[in-house]
Structure formats: C-alpha cells, structure tokens
C-alpha cells in the first residue's frame, strides 16, 4: 500500500475507486465498503483509494471536544494495508479544507487529482462546506464529471449493526467480547514499557508499565483484563491492570500487564497488548496481602480462560 501525507502529494496513475471516511476502528462495518472498492478496482482494471482524515474532523470543527478514537494512525494505517488497500491518503483537516465547497472537492480533488472512475460511499455521507451536501449531489456531480456513484445502503449497514460508537460505548463499559465481535479482531494497546514503582514485583507479580504516546487513544473501562502479546515472534498471556491502583493511594490511571511464565527485560521496548476479556473492576484492597490473594484467584481464573482457548 502507497500512503500519502496529502492530497496534493497523490499523483494518480490509473483511475482510481475511491472511498472517504474516518474508519475509525477498520471494523467490519467498514471492511463492508473496503472490499467493495478493491473488487471493484480490480474489475475495473483501477487502483483502491482511500482518503481519511488526521486529526479527526470533528476535533477540530467542534470547539473543545476530545474524542477518543479506536485506533492510532500507526494502528489504522496497518489495519488498511492488511486488507489490501492500493493507496491511503491521510490528509491533515484543518479549517481552511473545511470551506472547500462541495463542488471544488469535487472537481479539484476527485475529478482532478484522484482522476476518480467510481466513489463508494454510506447512504448518509455528507461533504463539503457545512455538510450541505449529500449522496444526491454526488450523483449529480457523477453525471457532470463523468463518475459513477455506488452506495452502501442503509439496510446493507444495518445488517451489519456496527458503529464506531458502539464499539467506543462497549470499551468505556468494559465489554470486550463485544468489541472484538464488532471489530473483527482484538482491541490492542501499544505503548513503551517504562518503568514504575516496582510494587508487583514485591509480591510475585511483576509488570510491565505501559505508557501510551497518543492521548487520543481510547483506553476501556478500568479493571482487571486478560490479555495477550507476542514478544520476539512468542506470543505470551497475562493478565492487565488499568486503574488508579486504589491499594497503593495511586492518582493517575495507569496501564500494567503481569505476564504469564515469563522472565525478560522489557524496559523502553514498544510492545502491543491485545485484550481477550475483563474478568473484574479494579478494587481498593484493606492490605497489601489481600491484593496479592486476589491476583493470585485473577491469575488462576486467566489461566484456565487461557486454557480453553485453544
């Protein structure tokens, strides 16, 4: 996959089957659309085109909104590539792309630029200044400038029933079956392994401290996870604290994997975690024993969850 910091930085050397949107999360709602331009590329003897946005338009139309998002550009654009994308535009939103009408989007980017064969795009797509546009000016503009409009219907999408907000509403509740149904895959966290106050490995259950670059990055609901990781080519179990570490009078919410049958070094390396369950909400323990006696139950519960995995 060709990836591209701009739209001006595009230069189109086939036509192209281009679709436009967020895909926050790449989950399988999206991938309904995603396949339906590469087949369609390949039928036409064109190139997949897909044209996102950083930082998320809503962020910065909507004066002091921090929306969270599913997954970090590095984590999106990995997700595109994987299903087979031909190019990935990311192109930075900023106001002034904002008050680009409809019809110049239309004739100095897609016609122009992205020399656009076809656009797939959701039954509710809205463009240009203020959204004033919609699927029926599209079409118009189709016939105008020589493009075919294909779109995804709503009966199509509510087959599917899947929406980035729900998948962000199943993680602030802590329901990550649900999320890995909506998504098709496992949520993962990835951050560098840093180093913190050491207090698991005082009482047999050493972490990993896990510091998360990007502050857009949607963290779920606080409490004990199950979880998984594949370090140096092995993939190895654990078990994740997120939390306040009440016990230990913590303030600050942090991001702690105890691995299973594992003894190496991770400080300062990137590593991703995916998350297979929740199994409980973080407590505030009378003693430093009766935490260690219900990490030890957490880790018997992990394991045999583990277990049946296979």
């Known amino acids: 996959m060709k990836i591209f910091q701009s739209i001006k930085s595009f230069k189109a050397v086939k036509p192209t089957i281009v679709t436009i949107g ?6 399988l709602g999206h991938k309904k659309i995603l396949d339906q331009i590469i087949s369609s590329a ?5 190139e997949s085109l897909v044209l996102t946005f950083f930082p998320h338009p809503r962020i910065v139309l909507q004066e002091g909104s921090e929306m969270k998002q599913l997954n970090t550009l590095e984590e999106k654009t990995k997700l595109l590539a994987d299903l087979g994308i031909d190019n990935l535009i990311i192109h930075p939103f900023d ?3 904002s008050r680009l009408t409809a019809e110049e989007f239309v004739k100095e980017v897609l016609v122009d630029i992205f020399k656009v064969k076809k656009i797939i795009i ?7 200044r203020n959204r004033t546009a919609d699927i029926d000016d599209l079409i118009n503009f189709g016939e105008t400038y020589g493009f075919e409009v294909e779109q995804i219907s709503a009966q ?3 087959e599917v029933s899947i929406s980035s907000t729900k998948i962000r509403n199943a993680l602030l509740e802590g329901d990550i079956e649900l999320v890995t149904a909506y998504l098709g895959y496992n949520y993962t966290l990835t951050g560098v392994v840093s180093e913190g106050k050491q ?6 259950f050493p972490t990993a401290n896990i510091k998360i670059a990007e502050s857009y990055k949607l963290i779920p609901q606080n409490g004990v996870y199950i979880a998984k990781s594949s370090i140096n080519g092995k993939v190895v179990y654990g078990m994740m604290n997120i939390g306040t570490r009440p016990t230990v ?7 702690e994997i105890n691995f299973f049958d594992f003894n190496q070094d991770l400080y300062h390396q990137k590593i991703t975690v995916s998350l297979l369950k929740r199994i409980r909400s973080e407590q505030k323990f009378d003693s430093i024993d009766a ?4 990490l030890s139950l957490d880790k018997i519960t992990s394991q045999d969850y583990i277990r049946h995995l296979a």
């Open 199 to 204: 207090l698991g490995r005082t009482i047999g």
């Open 249 to 255: 009078d913590g303030t600050t919410q942090t991001i």
């Open 22 to 27: 967020t895909f926050d999360g790449v989950h």
């Open 122 to 128: 959701g039954h509710d797509h809205r463009f240009g």
């Open 95 to 97: 106001k002034e792309f």
């Open 156 to 158: 199509e999408i509510n």
């Open 291 to 294: 935490l260690k006696n219900q």
């Open 42 to 46: 390949q039928n036409l003897n064109c």
